[in-house]
């Protein structure tokens, strides 16, 4: 077997174990947008405490995704990867043995280290791929984010056989074995290693940068967006429509599956037509349906010839998850378009501009959840949380347009 093709097997490799390995860790990243809510019941918590709740691994989990983009570009993504499925093993088992508020807060700082994966992971992949092919293993690695579907699917159903507390200790087995099985089958190469003394703080001056700044804006919304609405979509159901909680954890899944699954076709999308026209459309398709999404359900009276009329407005359960699937889609495609963007400005520092980037997300689906709770507590509107989404793409349109858009040639001129 020649050089190059021991090389391409073990690229191979590397991609299916990563991916494995992120799927595992966003399920438990996602863990408290299940079991959060008997917790929620147990605790007695308002709509604001609860997306605390569920936010607090996104915190953590954000902040150190640039720190582990500098590890990884210095010490290579296998054993920085492994580490850190290992950290988070005993905060998970821990989880059920958690009594008070502030305990379920704490632990979930330390399991929320989980959700920084992905700033190892991607560079790790990328490295291991020509450029012409790096959108493409960047999207299968993002797959990975269908974690957050899985979690629906596995979590209800240990909830209702053995009760909400099983569900840490079996997700505690379930990482550590994954763990093991990341090291028996990835690789490390010396070559893909990128020396460097610069801190932290000097990464973080990458922010100066227009276009790293605009990139952010961008992730914010398709991941951070993404994350937000997977820790948010099953109480949602529960609430507006009065669904029991394993009818609500499938539902959900409709938005979370292809967010998370179908960002491989948005790297091969990214690859064939560009990153601007995939992010464009994704940015559209977004305004369109969280503008349908933002409608709350609405009574009103009109007089008529024959007397007063009363009309209803606003999404069924059908509807509702049929936009939620959609939306999920166009988010797959957006984060992959994202990245894609990232690796064609700056190929030789993938792992610190992406975990800036993956921190500018990770803090939107950090902040989202409680600016859904406040915004639901002051106004009563579920829908609310789309509205927010909303107006939020409506500045990255506006960004882009005149940043990218107006600079594309017109009519054919050159």
């Known amino acids: 077997m ?6 391409k097997r073990r690229a ?9 390995a992120f799927t595992v860790c966003f399920m438990v990243w996602m863990m408290f947008a299940v079991i959060g809510i008997p917790i929620k019941k147990q605790l007695g918590l308002s709509a604001t405490e609860f997306g605390l709740l569920t936010s607090m691994p996104v915190l953590s989990g954000s902040l150190v995704r640039v720190p582990l983009g500098i590890w990884t570009d210095r010490f290579g993504g296998r054993i920085v990867m492994v580490l850190l499925m290992l950290l988070t093993v005993p905060a998970i088992w821990l989880i059920g043995s958690a009594t008070e508020f502030w305990q379920f807060l704490s632990i979930g700082l330390v399991l929320g280290l989980a959700g920084g994966s992905f700033s190892v992971g991607t560079p790790y992949v990328a490295r291991w791929f020509p450029r012409e092919r790096q959108g493409f293993a960047m999207g299968v690695f993002g797959a990975g984010n269908s974690g957050a579907a899985v979690n629906k699917f596995v979590a209800p159903g240990l909830m ?32 893909h290693l990128v020396p460097s003394n610069v801190s932290f703080l000097d990464q973080l001056k990458a922010l100066k940068d227009p276009r790293v700044l605009k990139y952010c804006q961008y992730y914010s919304i398709v991941f951070g967006g993404y994350v937000g609405l997977s820790l948010w979509m099953v109480q949602y159901y529960v609430g507006e429509y009065g669904l029991e909680i394993k009818t609500a954890a499938l539902l959900a899944a409709c938005f979370s599956l292809p967010g998370g699954v179908l960002r491989a076709i948005g790297g091969w999308l990214s690859d064939k037509y560009g990153a601007h026209s995939v992010t464009w459309w994704v940015m559209w398709v977004s305004w369109i349906c969280l503008f349908l999404l933002s409608y709350p359900q609405t009574d009103f009276t009109i007089q008529t010839t ?18 939620m699937f959609l939306l999920g889609i ?6 992959a378009s994202v990245f894609k963007y990232i690796g064609n400005d700056y190929p030789k520092n993938i792992g610190a501009i992406s975990g800036i980037v993956g921190l500018a997300g990770g ?33 990255s349109l506006i960004w882009m347009y005149f940043t990218e858009v107006r600079r594309q040639p017109v009519l054919g001129q050159a």
């Open 306 to 323: 024959t007397g007063p009329q009363t009309y209803h407005i606003g999404l069924n359960v059908y509807g509702f998850t049929a936009l």
């Open 160 to 191: 209702v056989a053995f009760g909400w507390v099983m569900v840490p200790h079996v997700y505690a087995a379930v990482m550590l074995g994954t763990a093991i099985l990341f090291w028996l089958f990835s690789f490390h190469d010396e070559s």
């Open 12 to 20: 191979l490799s590397v991609l299916i174990v990563s991916t494995l």
């Open 363 to 395: 803090m939107g689906g950090f902040l989202l959840p409680i600016m859904f709770g406040y915004l639901l507590d002051k106004t009563g509107i579920r829908s609310s949380a789309f509205m927010l989404l909303y107006g939020v793409v409506w500045v």
């Open 330 to 335: 166009v988010f797959a495609f957006g984060k």
């Open 2 to 7: 020649t050089t190059q093709e021991v090389q």
